[in-house]
C-alpha cells in the first residue's frame, strides 16, 4: 500500500519494535521516564526497525512540549540525532515552538478536516506551513531529492498547488480501509458534535501566553483522548478557530470554537481553555516557529 500511495501513516504493532513497550512499562515503575538516553530508544526503536534511509524529527520546544524547556528539548534532539546517524540512518532534528497551539484545531475530526483542508488549499495556517515546509524541505535534501531548501520548497509548494499531495493523501485513506472519496467529501464522514459554538474571554485584551498542554488535556477532558488504555475515543470533540497569540481577544473575537457533545461539557471545556490562556495588556514578543535544525555535522 505504502508503495502504491507514497505515504502511510501508521502506529505501532506488536510486530514493530515489541520491546518498546516492555521497556517503557519498566521506566514507568523504576521513574526513569525522563531519562534523555531511554527516551532516545523508545522513539528510534520504531524508526530503525522500520528500516529507514532518512528521517527528519519535530522536537518541540515550550508550554505542549514533551521536555519542560529548551535546553531539555535540545538536549533530546542531539541525542536523537547521535544516535540514529550513528546506527545508519541519516537524521535531522528540527526544534518547533509549541507555546501555542500548532494550527487552528486540536482533536481528532477536526484536525482531520484541517490537515484535508491544507493539503487541498481550501485554508493554510500560516504556523502550520512553516513548520510543514522545514520539515518536509529538510527530508528532501537528505533524501537528496532536492540539492538545497530552496529547491526543497519549491517542490513542496508544486505539489499542494497541482493537487499531487491530496492525491497521495486519499490513496493512502483508500489504502489504509477509508472511502476512496475521502478527500473531496470529508465532511460527509468525519464525525461532528453535537454543540458548536465559540468561547469568549472575560475581559478583553491581549493574548500573551497559552498552556498548550492544558489545552490538550481539556480535549482529553471531553473524551478526545485517553487517559488510560481502555478509554474510548469520541472523535467529534475539541476546539478549532483559535486565536493567536498576540491577537486581541474580544467580542468580535472568541479564543475558540468548542465541538462538544452537550452543554455541560462545553462549559467544563470553555472555563479550561479560559484557564490555559492568559490575557494581558502588554504587547506580545513573538517567538519562532522554527528555531534550528540540528544534524549530524553540528554534533562534530
Not at 122 to 135: G, K, Q
Request: with cysteine; net charge negative; glycine share 8%.
Amino acid at each position: 500500500m505504502t508503495k502504491q500511495a507514497g505515504v502511510a501513516i501508521i502506529g505501532q504493532t506488536g510486530d514493530l519494535a515489541p520491546a518498546d513497550k516492555r521497556v517503557y512499562a519498566t521506566r514507568d515503575i523504576t521513574a526513569t521516564v525522563d531519562n534523555i538516553s531511554l527516551i532516545t530508544a523508545s522513539i528510534l526503536s520504531k524508526k530503525l526497525a522500520a528500516g529507514l534511509e532518512s528521517l527528519v524529527m519535530d522536537v518541540k520546544v515550550g508550554s505542549g512540549a514533551f521536555m519542560p524547556t529548551y535546553e531539555a528539548s535540545e538536549e533530546l534532539a542531539k541525542s536523537i540525532v547521535a544516535v540514529a546517524n550513528g546506527a545508519g540512518t541519516k537524521t535531522t532534528a528540527i526544534l518547533t515552538d509549541m507555546n501555542q497551539v500548532l494550527a487552528s484545531s486540536a482533536g481528532n475530526a477536526v484536525e482531520v478536516r484541517e490537515a484535508v483542508q491544507f493539503l487541498t488549499g481550501e485554508y493554510r495556517n500560516p504556523r502550520l506551513y512553516e513548520v510543514t515546509m522545514a520539515l518536509c524541505s529538510e527530508m528532501l535534501v537528505l533524501a537528496k531529492l532536492a540539492e538545497n531548501t530552496e529547491q526543497a520548497e519549491a517542490k513542496l509548494n508544486e505539489v499542494l498547488d497541482n493537487g499531487k499531495a491530496a492525491e497521495c493523501f486519499g490513496k493512502m485513506v483508500k489504502g489504509l480501509g477509508g472511502p476512496a472519496d475521502f478527500v473531496e467529501h470529508y465532511d460527509n464522514y468525519l464525525e461532528k458534535a453535537d454543540i458548536i459554538k465559540p468561547v469568549y474571554a472575560d475581559n478583553e485584551g491581549i493574548v500573551s501566553a497559552m498552556d498548550t498542554r492544558a489545552i490538550g488535556m481539556a480535549v482529553v477532558g471531553m473524551g478526545g483522548g485517553r487517559r488510560v488504555a481502555t478509554d474510548t475515543i469520541d472523535y467529534a470533540v475539541g476546539f478549532d478557530q483559535f486565536i493567536r497569540l498576540g491577537e486581541q481577544a474580544c467580542a468580535n473575537k472568541p479564543l475558540a470554537v468548542i465541538h462538544a457533545r452537550n452543554e455541560a461539557q462545553w462549559q467544563v471545556a470553555a472555563n479550561a481553555l479560559k484557564a490555559a490562556i492568559t490575557i494581558g495588556e502588554q504587547a506580545y514578543i513573538e517567538t519562532p516557529c522554527v528555531y534550528r535544525q540540528i544534524r549530524a555535522e553540528d554534533l562534530a
